[in-house]
């Protein structure tokens, strides 16, 4: 069913190419090579690049998929509106439950290493005053502006990036006198005496970590200029953000084979900075990981906010209506931005090794999910699997993205796995109440705002399906 209207508000279609694209990367946090380095170094015995290879390769399959995806479904509900078409609507709301938990969090882990840098400079300060004031801000900049938030996003990932690109040639200036392999050109980063496959698959685990954003850039589908941005964005970031993250990684293991030396190891940015340029760089090196976690605060932030109007937008009732209000004005998802920013005011309280341990659970059961749908849809519904190459792309590429995100799935830590099943757990409970039991099935609406020729109204779109 299909109905049009003009007179409701809609999402803004206002990002480009490259704004989706530094969302993307924001949301990636370049920086956060250096952060866990030591952890990841500590658990694959010295070659933290091979576990970026491996993590980079797992989600280059489960990219496309998203990629395909989105063309077929430009909505911005992701993984949550693809499940919900072509497996079945409550399906698809079990994904998006379990992703929204990754998703919701990603903001408050955010506060929270803001929290951190602020009580390491102020502590005899109330942090919890700089946690309000932190979240109030990032919380009005995605309400009033959704291309406000993208263009200082963009400076930020830009500043991120200069730095990081500052520490690699000061690497290789340190490498040639003599410091740690002595050369850039050493396979030691990939491959030494002592290194197992199971230890570099699990820190593959943690770094995947790093690579949760591109596929938040599908929250963005309704706000593109174009819908082929989207699926061209995907790439583009993943591509980005993976050679940002192995040549950092590069660099810093062919710099320091072992962790011999690092009084930290749970977060080794800043005496990497300090041990290659000196205080005055670590100050710089600093201020752009400051830089990251707050264009990472804005993009996360902007994307869960997108997720959560989506699954409102489904739904039935006065609280669905609520979540699925736009501003009239900025044509923002108001009230869901508003609910992200209250969630992550629980930064006052929350570790981050608490928040951390329930990362990961939804987002790789989402990346499954999607490879799965492709198969559903190209290969079974469409029945696109006549062709060497139909076979190839509609089933053996998403079947290897699933394998891949499983094998990283089950190698999850414990804490990321029991979190995130009582989460699932709630979410059964959820929809037998908002279902009846099952016996009053949810439905599937995706809008999409039509581009408009110069002087013509923009339609609104909607698709119901049961």
């Known amino acids: 069913m299909t109905q049009t209207s003009g007179t409701s508000a809609h999402l803004s279609r206002s990002l480009g190419l490259w704004a989706i694209v530094g ?28 576990a970026y290879i491996f993590a980079l390769v797992a989600m280059v399959f489960t990219a496309i998929s998203y990629g395909r995806m989105t063309r077929v479904y430009p909505s911005a509900g992701s993984a949550y509106t693809y499940s919900s078409e072509t497996i079945h609507p409550n ?11 990754d998703y919701l969090l990603l903001p408050m882990v955010n506060a929270v ?36 938030t993208s263009r200082l996003n963009g400076i930020l990932v830009v500043f991120q990036v200069v730095l990081i690109g500052a520490f690699v040639v000061l690497g290789i200036l340190a490498l040639k006198d003599g410091t740690g392999q002595g050369t850039l050109f050493t396979m030691e980063p990939l491959h030494h005496a002592g290194v197992n496959l199971q230890p570099v698959i699990a820190g593959a685990t943690v770094v995947c970590f790093s690579f949760i954003g591109f596929d938040a850039i599908t929250m963005y589908a309704e706000e593109a200029k174009s819908p082929d941005v989207v699926p061209k964005a995907i790439v583009l970031a993943l591509i980005i953000g993976g050679a940002i993250f192995f040549i950092g990684a590069w660099v810093s293991q062919a ?165 995130g099943a009582i989460w699932l757990a709630v979410g059964i409970v959820v929809l037998l109440v908002i279902t009846r039991g099952f016996r009053e099935p949810l439905t599937m609406r995706i809008e999409e705002e039509t581009l408009a020729e110069e002087g013509t109204p923009v339609r609104h779109i909607q698709h119901g399906a049961e």
């Open 255 to 419: 710099l320091w084979p072992t962790l011999d030396g690092f009084e930290v190891t749970d977060d080794t940015l800043p005496e990497i900075a300090y041990k290659v340029g000196g205080m005055v760089f670590k100050v710089f090196f600093v201020s752009a990981a400051l830089a990251a976690v707050v264009a990472s605060s804005l993009a996360s932030h902007a994307s869960v906010s997108r997720m959560i109007y989506v699954m409102g937008r489904n739904g039935k009732g006065r609280f669905s209506r609520f979540l699925s209000h736009v501003h009239p004005r900025f044509f923002t998802p108001a009230h869901a931005v508003v609910i992200v920013g209250v969630v992550s005011l629980l930064a006052v309280k929350f570790t981050l090794e608490f928040v951390s341990s329930m990362i990961n659970f939804g987002a790789l059961i989402a990346f499954t999910v999607v490879n799965l749908t492709v198969i559903i849809y190209f290969a079974l519904r469409l029945k696109q699997r006549r062709t060497p190459k139909e076979i190839a792309t509609n089933i053996v590429l998403p079947a290897i993205g699933m394998l891949l995100t499983g094998v990283l799935w089950i190698n999850l830590h414990f804490d990321a796995l029991l979190y």
């Open 91 to 101: 399906f698809g709301f079990l994904v998006g439950w379990s992703s929204l938990l």
């Open 23 to 50: 969302l993307g990367l924001g949301y990636m946090t370049p920086m956060t090579v250096f952060d866990t380095f030591g952890i990841v170094s500590g658990e694959t015995n010295g070659v933290v690049p091979l």
């Open 113 to 148: 290493i803001a929290r951190i840098y602020f009580e390491s400079f102020f502590p005899s300060a109330p942090s919890w005053v700089f946690v309000v004031i932190y979240v109030v801000g990032i919380t009005a900049l995605n309400y009033v502006s959704m291309k406000g």
